[in-house]
């Protein structure tokens, strides 16, 4: 759709990762990398990361950022591979600590473990601005999704995580530790404020009944007159008792644990334990 915005879609977890260039230069950007990861051996393996990886060696280009929308919970983050082969510098939202925090009594994460987001580089505030080589990006904080979740804008486009989803899809859950129905209304309304034709990357597309080919972009002008979740005249407090209701009927993601154990660490494993072996966890209640 844009020549600069280069799409990899990962089948196992429905994830869009990009390639963001800036076409006066051989700077680019990764935004919402995959480490694939089998549940059943917990092992990973890196297919969809070195597809990226190929891509911007055989176009003799740079990895200037590695970026995520926030700490996803439906893969595992490819962040720090990427980095220990082509640099970069790792970036996501300020408010991460937020998560880690929630995260690290849930999993009770080693003592070491920081809540502050000091595992990434950089972490972007509202409102920050970086560049791509000579392509300026402005941020935007979109949380409800979860507390930190950022979308990243550039003229003409953005890529906007988990906030929206393809107009027939609707929009993001809100029942994690962190999320608020409320707030992310407010966070839509930030999206849908930037220009009609600027166009939406989405992080994730899973398909419909009706449309069975998946599909990443759309554009504001879109997401305005056509999402299911939306309508054009939705207020905030329907939107908010429809987000409830709905994410009461949803299930928790596949991996879940796994990923944010490993995300919330910038996409590094839990430290080694006695044995050497490391491990993710996964809490249990009794009924």
Same mark, same amino acid.
Not at 3 to 29: C, E, M, R
Not at 31 to 55: M, P, R
Not at 210 to 226: L, P, S
């Given at each position: ?18 390639? +963001? ?10 935004? *919402?990398? +995959?480490?694939?990861?089998?549940? #059943? ?8 990361? *070195?597809? &990226? ?10 990895? *200037? ?7 996803? #919970? *439906? ?17 996501? /939202? ?22 502050? /987001? ?14 791509? /080589? ?60 930037? =220009?009609?034709?600027? +166009? ?39 939107? +908010? ?8 009927? &949803?299930?928790?993601? #596949?991996?879940?644990? =796994? ?17 050497? /072996?490391?491990?993710?966890?996964? =809490?249990?209640?009794?009924?």
């Amino acid at each position: 759709m844009l020549q600069q915005v280069k799409s990899f879609f990962d089948t196992a977890t429905f994830t869009y990762s990009y390639i +963001v260039q800036d076409p006066g230069s051989h700077s680019v950007a990764v935004i *919402d990398s +995959v480490l694939d990861y089998d549940a #059943a051996s917990g092992k990973t393996f890196t297919h969809s990361a *070195d597809k &990226l990886i190929a891509w911007i060696r055989d176009n003799s280009l740079q990895l *200037d950022w590695i970026l995520d929308t926030h700490i996803h #919970a *439906d893969h595992l983050s490819a962040a720090q591979y990427l980095k220990s082969r082509l640099g970069g510098k790792t970036a996501i /939202g300020a408010h991460v600590g937020l998560v880690q925090s929630e995260f690290a009594k849930i999993f009770n994460a080693e003592r070491e473990f920081e809540t502050n /987001g000091a595992q990434f580089d950089t972490l972007f505030a509202d409102g920050a601005s970086f560049d791509i /080589g000579g392509l300026h990006a402005q941020v935007l904080h979109t949380p409800g999704h979860t507390p930190a979740c950022l979308s990243y804008v550039f003229d003409g486009f953005a890529f906007i995580g988990d906030t929206l989803f393809m107009p027939d899809y609707g929009t993001a859950r809100t029942d994690f530790p962190g999320g608020d129905a409320a707030t992310l209304y407010l966070s839509i309304q930030k999206i849908l404020s930037l =220009p009609e034709d600027t +166009v939406l990357f989405m992080c994730h597309d899973y398909g419909t009944n009706t449309r069975k080919e998946f599909c990443n972009a759309t554009t504001v002008k879109e997401e305005k007159t056509g999402n299911i979740h939306l309508g054009t005249d939705i207020s905030a407090s329907d939107f +908010v008792k429809f987000r409830i209701k709905r994410d009461g009927e &949803l299930n928790a993601p #596949a991996l879940l644990y =796994p990923s944010v154990q490993f995300n919330m660490r910038a996409g590094n494993f839990p430290p080694a334990e006695s044995n050497g /072996g490391r491990y993710f966890k996964i =809490p249990v209640s009794e009924q």
